[in-house]
């Protein structure tokens, strides 16, 4: 079974080099072949009778089925044939399932013999669907990423009104813009929650009107943190975020932390550089935006 042992080794490269993301868990894929390769030669040496054991490996099969689906909700359908090697690692991933194919076609071979190796195929056979999916996700994340990048470099990306000459966001600073925004929500009879967050997108003051909804804190932060990491206001970046749009998809490798809805808007010094954000959380995305803005 060297193709199982070829798997491994591939396998094991990828997780040296894979290190992020919610799906992976390589080590314990390593495990399980780890086993199916010491049961399936076990069994070759002694030529042992073996019983029906197509449940052996019901539980990893359900694992990766539950990866994939998850994988799946996480980016848009494939919908043409994809050319390998967008970048190193999904090239990689891409190498360890046509070695998983060629295992798959190798226990085949053996199955009438071993019920181990029938065993073992069910779960190879679920491995490489997962490997595929895996790298398609690699490349739907660097795709976004480039994106992104593109976008803050320049190719679209729009900058807030200048806030001051000061490079940092002070806490008297993010003090005075709440004040104004409470003022303007207490026009509107709206209770919100509005965050002020530094450059680096960590939050320097929050402000948290009575009867103000639970969820619009974290919302109002994250709102924030955003327009902080994306460099322009959240109700731009809901447009971006559309379907067929270079942004779709940006909140699956956000980790939580991206929430592209109006309220959040970015602030920039009079020499253009990012000093920090405003989000804000309670109304309509409409009037969020609105509050967000007269930080400005």
Known sequence: ?????????????IKSQH?????????????TIMAILALVSTAEKTGTA????????EDEVAVLESKIDTINAMMPPITSFVTYG?????????????VARRAETTLSQISE???YARAAQAYINRLSDFLYIQARYVDFVEAVTQAVTSTLNGAGASKSPTLSSENDMTLAKAKAILKIIESKAQEQNLP???????????PIA??????????????????AYTATALKMPTADLHKLVQPGQQFYGLEAIGNGKILPIGGGVPLFNREGQLVGAVGVSGG?????????????
């Open 192 to 202: 919100i929650v509005a965050a002020c967050v530094n450059a680096a997108g960590n």
């Open 284 to 296: 309509s995305a409409e009037e969020d935006h609105e509050l967000a803005s007269m930080a400005l």
């Open 50 to 57: 073996t019983p029906d054991l197509s449940q052996l490996f």
């Open 113 to 115: 013999a071993s019920a």
């Open 86 to 98: 967008a970048n190193p690692i999904s090239a990689a991933i891409d190498l360890a399932r046509a």
């Open 19 to 31: 290190t992020t993301g919610p799906t992976n868990d390589y080590e314990k894929i390593q495990k």
């Open 206 to 223: 929050v402000h948290v009107m009575d009867g103000a909804f639970l969820v619009s804190y974290e919302a109002a932060l994250a709102k």
């Open 1 to 13: 079974m060297s193709a199982l042992d070829e798997l491994n080794a591939h396998l094991g490269i």
